[in-house]
């Protein structure tokens, strides 16, 4: 799988830097030097503790705009440009609930994956999202950027399809007509770990096409073993902040803590599912 060459390992660990509210954000503490110092001591706490990739998101950009100000893409950029030299892993983007807006942010700052719902119509507390794969596509092509990995929200969390219809029937459509590069499988809202079977199911349909599985959502130290059992990668974002509280900052113990679990992981596994 792409994701062995990416990030040197098997089932990568893909850590989620939420950065707090932009320009134009309710929340916005109105300096961009103190959102840019807690982006850069949140990574510096991601790549020292171990973790496989980061991808930074603007998770605090609330409530979620179906199209993200110019000024919120713009201050990811001036982050993302910031940090760039002292990041030394993969790194991706996801401008919440904006998957042109991600793709555009992505081939500017030269992300190697991003992360949205680039595929699906759900209904949710935002109103109704349609997406457009196609333009998607076209657009990451047009903009030269094919080597920039997609990974699609299989089941966006806090949303629900408009017509439910079955788990693996969607992947399969996915991954046919979408193009795909990774499935990310999430719970019922951020923070919420997914269903087994649902992981499974996705996994069990993907994984003979070479398309990895990621666990979006709610993977702890606690339950890493047991997901990765069903799926090909983990995202993960609160488990890896002081006390597990959403709204705190990264502590390096609790990355450290579980990376440790994930290398004994691999180490039973066999060598070839740690080469870094």
């Not at 496989?52 to 001036?78: C, H, K, R, T």
């Not at 629900?160 to 990310?184: E, H, N, P, T, W």
């Not at 450290?256 to 599912?273: C, L, N, T, W, Y």
């Amino acid at each position: 799988m792409w994701t062995n060459e990416l990030f040197k390992v098997e089932k990568p660990i893909i850590a989620m830097l939420h950065l707090d509210a932009l320009p134009g954000d309710p929340g916005f503490c109105g300096s961009m030097d103190t959102v840019l110092e807690h982006a850069r001591q949140d990574m510096l706490a991601l790549q020292s503790g171990g973790v496989d990739g980061i991808l930074f998101a603007n998770e605090f950009s609330l409530p979620y705009q179906p199209v993200a100000d110019i000024a919120v893409i713009s201050a990811m950029a001036y982050i993302i440009g910031s940090l760039k030299p002292l990041l030394h892993i993969p790194f991706g983007v996801n401008v919440v609930k904006n998957p042109i807006a991600t793709i555009d942010l992505g081939a500017a700052t030269g992300a190697r994956f991003g992360r949205s719902c680039f595929s699906g119509a759900y209904m949710g507390e935002y109103g109704i999202y349609t997406s457009n794969s196609g333009e998607a596509i076209r657009h990451r092509k047009a903009l030269g950027a094919t080597d920039m990995k997609l990974l699609f929200k299989v089941n966006p969390e806090a949303d629900v399809y408009l017509v439910q219809r079955d788990i693996q029937v969607v992947a399969k459509s996915i991954m046919f007509g979408d193009f795909a590069d990774g499935l990310c499988v999430s719970g019922s809202a951020a923070g919420s770990e997914p269903d087994d079977k649902i992981l499974a199911d996705v996994h069990e349909v993907a994984g003979p096409r070479g398309v990895p599985v990621f666990c979006n959502t709610g993977c702890t130290r606690e339950n890493v073993r047991e997901k990765l059992q069903h799926c090909d990668g983990v995202c993960v974002g609160t488990a890896f902040k002081k006390d597990g509280a959403f709204n705190g900052r990264v502590d390096v113990e609790r990355v450290r803590d579980f990376m440790a679990a994930v290398k004994e992981i691999r180490a039973e596994a066999g060598p070839q599912a740690e080469e870094k």
